[in-house]
């Protein structure tokens, strides 16, 4: 769901089921987007990232889809682990848009796994 | 993936004092280097953007004489918060990119007392 406040969305899941983290952007003009995991007291870490010419790729257990006509990325984490508990942020750029790949940050959701 | 990497991994320093925060590139020179803030449970803020061999360009609201950043050579840039309060305790993190992909740092905890 939307953030409110301070409040990070939250996604609390049982060990071994899929994971769903959803992700609106707003700029149109995004053609690059990247998925980042961040653990507690660490920095982000690369995921998965994806291209505005295409609406889905697969990773390790990880895919990315994204729908540009409504602006939505998703994340989908299979078969999720404990170790899999994070926060995860959506972050979109214009690439060659002459802002050096500024990226912009979603506001985060936060995944529980409990076994 | 690209490394990069923070020095310190923590500091507390005493209000009125400078810090200083290197990050560096380990495996890919870069050009480019972003710098970041984050407050708990929220998400990373942009400061600014460190250009090697030239002024960095900051974000509209942040101070550039309190956050001096410099960008002396390809594979590192330092971000000095000059004169800290207690205001400026926050999770700072850097970013570089060999490519298009931005690669994150393991950040740095500043608490100012």
């Known amino acids: 769901g939307e953030s409110v406040g301070l409040h990070l969305p939250t996604l609390s899941v049982q060990e071994g089921d899929n994971s769903i983290i959803n992700c609106a952007y707003s700029?149109?003009?995004?053609?690059?987007f990247i998925w980042y995991k961040q653990e507690s007291g660490k920095g982000p870490q690369f995921i998965i990232d994806?291209?505005?010419?295409?609406d889905k790729r697969q990773g390790q257990r990880v895919t990315v889809l994204l729908n540009k006509t409504v602006k939505h990325l998703s994340l989908q984490i299979a078969a999720t682990q404990p170790g899999d508990s994070a926060v995860y942020f959506c972050a979109e750029t214009h690439l060659g848009g002459g802002s050096n790949y500024k990226l912009t940050f979603g506001k985060g959701t936060l995944l529980t796994v409990n076994p | 993936g690209a490394v990069v990497s923070q020095h310190p991994s923590r500091v507390i320093c005493k209000s009125g004092t400078s810090v200083k925060i290197e990050c560096r590139s380990l495996d890919f020179q870069a050009t480019t280097m972003f710098w970041y803030r984050q407050f708990p449970k929220q998400s990373l803020m942009l400061m600014a953007t460190?250009?090697?061999?030239?002024?960095?360009?900051?974000e509209q609201g942040v101070e550039k004489d309190k956050f001096l950043i410099n960008h002396a050579s390809l594979t590192l840039s330092t971000l000095t918060v000059t004169s800290a309060h207690p205001e400026d305790s926050s999770f700072y993190i850097c970013s570089a990119s060999p490519s298009d992909t931005q690669y994150f740092g393991p950040g740095t905890r500043l608490t100012v007392l």
């Open positions: 994806i291209r505005s010419n295409m």
């Open positions: 460190s250009n090697e061999g030239s002024k960095a360009t900051y």
């Open positions: 700029n149109s003009a995004s053609d690059y």
